[in-house]
């Protein structure tokens, strides 16, 4: 009798082997928790289409950041949601506003969590664009100053990263040479360099109440069917100065994520969006998914594709169910 030479079961036929044998893996220090800040103390406003989540106040983020640092969580991603808008997002850069307070309570309660700030006018314009309009669109060139303005202020604030989500062209460079004049040298910009109009941010508007009033944002974020486009962005991008780069969302642009890992040699970013997190969560609820093994295959997929790093909604999760290994020193005990 023939036997066959090649049997790829015996590299799965147990627990041990298929962990001993597994190509791809997922450590707690490639994980980024996102964080709601809105202001107020005390405030906890769960947010009804993102699963666990919810709006906090600075001194709960802390508390938050502090708690996922002890799970071995090194980094935080802030999204400010103010009480007050205008047509130029002027709460973006205040200093006394949601995220700065934030970033000054969670160095205080955890501090070696990076923190990283989310850099947008979206949430802070009362017509929920990325920047000041124009005649017809909004103004690329009006808004690099203020995006740069609201990243100093989180590099003041503390913020080891600041991460531009608005697309405008040139904000890269805008934002490094304002940072080193103010001698920021060492704040790192991370880069939303591929951003796409995608249909899976609808939780997010909910949560942070960005959606624009009028329009779309397909004049400024990418049409989903490119990827030599995406490409072009990520490596101008480096060359204006972004130490790292982020391509949004993950699922959908698998190939997109491994097409920009191929031409770059900075890290890089996937966003796991909150509409894939809620489209998990939904068919778990209804019965059609187990939600831990959505999860970590998903998650998994994007490391695979991949992104040295993993913005996800379920960072907590992934942590406590023993999804993610951890390494190194729980935040909690790394204090001096």
Known sequence: MSFPIHRGR?????????????????????????????????????????????????????????????????????????????????????????????????????????VWADVCMCEYTEHGHCGVLGASDVDNDRTLPLLARASLAYAKAGADVVAPSDMMDGRVAAIRAALDEAGHTSTVIVSYAVKYASAFYGPFRDAAGSTPQFGDRRGYQMDPPNVREAVREALAD???????????????????????????????????????????????????????RGMT?????????????????????????????RSGVPLGEARS
């Open 238 to 292: 480096v060359a204006e100065g972004a130490d790292m780069v982020m391509v949004k969302p993950a699922l959908a642009y698998l190939d997109v994520i491994r097409a920009v890992r191929e031409h770059v040699n900075v890290p890089v970013v996937a966003y796991q969006v909150s509409g894939e997190y809620a489209m998990i969560h939904a068919a778990a609820e209804r019965g059609w998914m187990d939600l831990q």
């Open 10 to 114: 015996r590299l799965r036929q147990s627990a041990g082997m298929r962990a001993i044998s597994t190509e791809t893996r997922l450590s707690v220090d490639q994980l980024v928790a996102p964080l709601f800040i809105c202001e107020g103390r005390g405030v906890t406003e769960p947010i009804a289409s993102l699963h666990g989540h919810a709006r906090l106040s600075p001194d709960l983020a802390a508390r938050e950041a502090a708690a996922l640092g002890v799970l071995g969580i090194r980094s935080v991603l802030l999204f400010g949601i103010p009480s007050r808008k205008d047509a130029e997002g002027s709460g973006a850069w205040d200093p006394e506003g949601p995220v700065p307070q934030a970033i000054r309570a969670i160095k205080a309660a955890a501090p070696s969590m990076l």
């Open 297 to 325: 295959e998903t998650v998994t997929a994007i490391r695979r594709a991949g992104a040295d790093i993993v913005i996800t909604y379920f960072a907590r999760e992934l942590v406590t169910s023993g999804v993610a290994s």
